[in-house]
């Protein structure tokens, strides 16, 4: 939800193909973002309503655009490696931000909407191992924030940006256990 215009971003199948849109909370005015072949997700706005960050796979040989295009066929997507991607609040100026070819996902905005925080596999990009890094929004100044081992993602900050919130394998019993945790976030 964009909190500065009440406008909703989502993923939808309208165009045929899983694109980022936007609507107002009544769902009227809707509007089409991305246009790009492939599939476009998990989008967030950042606090001040300026800009969205999303993550995206777009096939790029004939063997991975008739994989994507089977599953769609059946209303079904793949895990995959995704990079993401930050553009104004209208869908323009879209930036890559992410060049590992692994899977990077959850992005979120810090407070100030300088940087975004992510969780990636990047140091084992075919693992499940996750991390949360951090990187402005330019896609420079790239830094790993946790070293859990295991499974560290989905972060969220408190309403007043002084709590980062985030889920984790840390001291799990088992292997499908993830645990919530808040830390204390220092810019």
Known sequence: VNFKTGRLVYTSMESGDLDLWTMKPDGTDKKQI???KGYDGGPVFSR???KI???ANHPQTPETMA???ALLKDNLTAPMK????VSDAAGKNVQQITKNNCA????????DGKRILFASNM???DGRDFELFIVDVDGKNLKQVTKFGGFTSFPEFSPDGKTLL?????NAKDRFEFNIFTAAWRD
């Open 67 to 69: 994989r994507y295009d």
């Open 166 to 170: 985030f889920s984790s394998s840390l």
């Open 82 to 85: 995704m990079e993401l991607f």
């Open 123 to 125: 140091h084992k990009c």
């Open 104 to 111: 990077n996902f959850a992005p979120t905005f810090t407070p």
């Open 48 to 50: 001040d309503g300026k």
């Open 34 to 36: 991305t246009k790009s």
């Open 53 to 55: 960050v999303w993550r």
